[in-house]
């Protein structure tokens, strides 16, 4: 097999420990040499004083937790070319990787060109940044529903009274509530002038008990999601910052509906906009785990349940697949109803998502925009067939049917 790379290298990192191969091709003979450093700073920057004094032109590693991240940063300072290699993709590659040293084993994959390259560093940081929001938005909606618990407890009715407690009108009742207030009549007059509701309804909605100990986890909750509205605006500020490399993207991938400016820079910054990585369409789906997973024995389909992909991403598409699903006129729309008829609304809001990500995937490869097929397009796609069952069915209930084409 042909040497892409003479003097290459391959990096085991782990917690406390780095394992270093330094393989080096020359005129037919491999020459190996592996050294262990630790992953103090002053042992990482040894570690690239060694790679460049071995002459080493490209270093892999594989994204393994977060451990690889301070070895990265320290060897991008030097002259050498890093790849950030897929666990998945190595160990799917046929070797003796169990028999080997994984570092020796990835200084050879690198040497043969068997390893692709994971995104770059302006995707690394987007990424970072996006995954830690949607941690905290999903620590906020705990807050948010520890506090309806905390008012339910108090038998405060005022989440079926509201659509959201933490609005305009909820946190100044429970502010209200906090500082002392318990007239319901005194509480409902803080309701905002755009509340649907009944002012009797959601009189008796705030009428309730409140104690002391009530009071102290209202204002706990409520400081805690202040907190965390103030996170993750921060972090938006941040994304803003550094989204202009992903501005041409996010305006392509905003054109299919149901994706929004955040879901967009959500998408690239799992998948990156340089699509070569993924040979077709149907790799990044799968890697994504929007697709059947191969269930199958002696002629028969175990199971037709997705596989395990991208949790990040798979969620986010899953999100913009059911608002995608609600465009009314569209082709995503006709899918979902199509398929929800036969297989479930589950497995037809998978397919959606799978048809966003095919779509995605062409936009940023072609640098097109998107383009949709109508609500129509399955009636046109298979006219015939659908001619023949109405025509038939017509028949069954006692007509003598004859259809004349229209003219244009």
């Known amino acids: 097999m042909e040497v892409l790379y003479p003097h290459c290298a391959g990096l085991d990192v782990h917690k ?25 700073t002053t042992d990482l920057l040894a570690l690239s004083e060694w790679l ?50 994984d570092a020796t084993w990835l200084a050879d994959l690198l040497a043969h060109g068997l390893i692709r390259a994971s995104s770059d560093a302006a995707t690394q940081e987007q990424r970072g940044l996006l995954r830690t929001r949607k941690q905290l938005v999903r620590e906020r909606a705990g807050h948010v529903q520890r506090l309806q618990r905390t008012l339910e407890d108090a038998n405060i009715k005022l ?26 009549a005194r509480l409902a007059e803080l309701a905002h002038r755009r509340i649907r509701t009944a002012p009797e309804i959601l009189r008796e909605a705030l009428r309730g008990r409140v104690t002391r100990h009530h009071r102290f986890l209202l204002a706990l909750h409520l400081k805690q999601i202040d907190a965390l509205d ?12 550094h989204v202009e490399p992903f501005r041409a993207a996010i305006a392509q991938l905003k ?20 699509m070569s990585r993924f040979p077709t369409q149907g790799h990044l789906i799968s890697w994504a785990g929007l697709c059947p997973k191969n269930d199958e024995s002696a002629g028969k389909r175990r199971s037709s349940r997705m596989r395990k992909g991208a949790p990040w991403l798979k969620t986010t ?38 048809s966003m990500l095919t779509a995605a995937y062409h936009m940023l490869n072609d640098g097109t925009l998107y383009h949709d097929l109508g609500a129509d397009h399955f009636d046109r796609r298979a006219k015939r067939v659908a001619t023949k069952r109405l025509i038939a069915r017509l028949e069954s209930l006692g007509y003598d049917v004859q259809i004349t084409p229209s003219t244009a």
């Open 16 to 40: 406390e420990t780095v394992v270093a191969c330094v393989r080096h091709m020359s005129d037919g003979v491999v020459r190996r040499e592996v050294r262990t450093f630790k992953t103090l």
């Open 52 to 101: 460049a004094s071995e002459g080493c032109t490209h270093v892999v590693m594989e994204a393994t937790g977060v451990y690889w991240k301070p070895v990265w940063h320290i060897l991008s300072d030097g002259d050498v070319a890093l790849t950030l290699a897929n666990a998945a993709h190595v160990k799917n590659v046929p070797g003796r990787k169990t028999d080997v040293n």
């Open 159 to 184: 989440d079926s009274a509201i659509s959201d407690v933490t609005g305009v009108s909820g946190r100044a009742m429970i502010q209200a509530l906090i500082d002392g207030q318990t007239d319901p």
């Open 230 to 241: 103030e996170a993750i605006a921060g972090i938006d500020q941040e994304v803003d910052a």
């Open 255 to 274: 054109t299919i509906p149901g994706i929004s400016d955040l879901s967009a820079c959500v998408i690239l910054a799992e998948i990156g906009h340089d």
């Open 317 to 354: 598409l899953i999100q913009c697949a059911w608002a995608a699903a609600r465009k009314k006129g569209s082709y995503l729309q006709a899918q979902f109803q199509r398929l929800r008829a036969r297989r479930g609304a589950k497995k037809a809001i998978g397919a959606v998502a799978a």
